[in-house]
């Protein structure tokens, strides 16, 4: 997983978007599976699009909580 960018906004409750490229789908389940189990973030959003096909493949993941 290569992260290319971070966009943060500042609302009622904060949001973080995570944005970059993953070497294939279970690169990816392990970064989003590794972000869930730091208990930092309230929701750890990956669109199931993300997922689809199993090679190199652009992403977001939006991370949302009082961070």
């Known amino acids: 997983v290569r992260i290319e960018s971070l966009s943060f906004f500042s609302d009622k409750e904060r949001t973080l978007v995570v ?13 989003r599976n590794a972000l869930v189990n730091t208990q930092v973030f309230k929701r750890v ?10 090679s190199l493949g652009p ?9």
């Open 19 to 31: 944005s970059g490229v993953s070497s294939g789908r279970d690169a990816l389940t392990t970064y």
């Open 59 to 67: 992403f977001s993941i939006t991370l949302s909580g009082g961070f």
């Open 45 to 54: 959003s990956l669109p199931v699009d993300a997922l689809v096909g199993g």
